[in-house]
């Protein structure tokens, strides 16, 4: 969830890390540093919007921020997203703030929206992963929310995913066993497979969900035989916006992919700055 506390202190270090309170360029300007302005942040490129939180939270001394669009929306070239009113200075000083976070949640939902569209008419979920940016996790799931897709886990109390690592050292069949009857009625239970000789060991006692990671489509097309509808199925692996249609069409229930958060590419996002008619 959001934490509006939280998400000022993120903006009010970011502020910082600008240096914002001393911004030698603006001081050139002199007494026209303090003319009322208006910033216009508007989309140099089609895409999804996704950033409303950070508009909201926004805050500088002499400065308000007015949102011009809703989280999820669809932007045309051109599209106005945002109204900065307050004086020059304050305006130059928030714009490359603003502009780095809204840039890049809106390019977080615009991918997940592609990939979104690409597992259409099949039911299949698109899914966010834990690959996300340090400080940004929050808003980056918020995003993915935002272009249509899931989140998988926000953090590792949200559930129990058994992965290659964890099977190092505790069977399938041990851990699938010890985790229904330690697990919150709250939490499913997956488990994460690399070879159909491990999937048959599962298949003993399967878990809630059974991830497929990194297995060829004739594999994965036999491992879906065999699981036959005893769990949930979870595709994941390096999944790429052209692989999507082809996974979906298999009929499985989830296809996570990290690459929604870890290295979408932003939105070109700019704003304008005039002078406030009197």
């Known amino acids: ?25 603006s001081r050139l300007l ?15 490129q089609a895409g999804v919007f996704s950033g409303l939180a950070v508009l909201e939270a926004f805050e500088m ?29 304050a305006c130059l000083t928030a714009e490359r703030t603003l ?8 390019g977080v939902a615009t991918q997940t929206r592609r990939f979104v569209e690409a597992v259409r008419p099949h039911h299949t979920k698109i899914l966010a992963t834990r690959k996300t940016l340090p400080g940004l996790r929050d808003l980056q799931l918020q995003a993915v929310r935002a272009g249509g897709g899931h989140v998988h ?65 004739e594999t994965m097309r036999e491992a879906l035989r065999r699981i036959g509808g005893r769990s949930e199925v979870e595709i994941s692996g390096g999944v790429t916006l052209e692989q999507v249609p082809t996974l979906a069409a298999l009929g499985v229930h989830y296809i996570s992919v990290g690459r929604l958060t870890h ?11 005039r002078a406030e008619a009197p």
Do not use: C, W, Y
């Open 30 to 44: 002199g007494e026209a540093a303090h003319t009322p302005a208006v910033g216009l942040v508007f989309a140099k």
């Open 153 to 217: 886990r926000r953090s590792l109390s949200d559930g129990i995913l058994v992965k290659d690592n964890h099977l190092m050292f505790i069977e399938e069949a041990a851990v699938v066993k010890r985790a229904k009857e330690m697990r919150s009625p709250l939490h499913r239970v997956e488990v994460e497979v690399q070879s159909l000789e491990q999937l048959d060991r599962l298949l003993i006692n399967p878990p809630d969900i059974i991830m497929l990671d990194n297995l060829p489509p």
């Open 99 to 106: 502009l780095n976070l809204l840039s890049h949640l809106s």
């Open 263 to 273: 290295s979408a590419t932003a939105l070109d996002l700019s704003m304008d700055i």
């Open 61 to 89: 001394p002499g400065l308000s921020v007015e949102p011009l669009v809703g989280e999820g929306a669809t932007l045309e070239v051109g599209a106005p997203v945002a109204r900065l009113h307050g004086p020059v200075v």
């Open 1 to 25: 969830m959001l934490d509006r506390a939280s998400l000022k202190i993120l903006l009010d270090s970011e502020l910082a890390t600008d240096r914002v309170s001393d911004d030698v360029t």
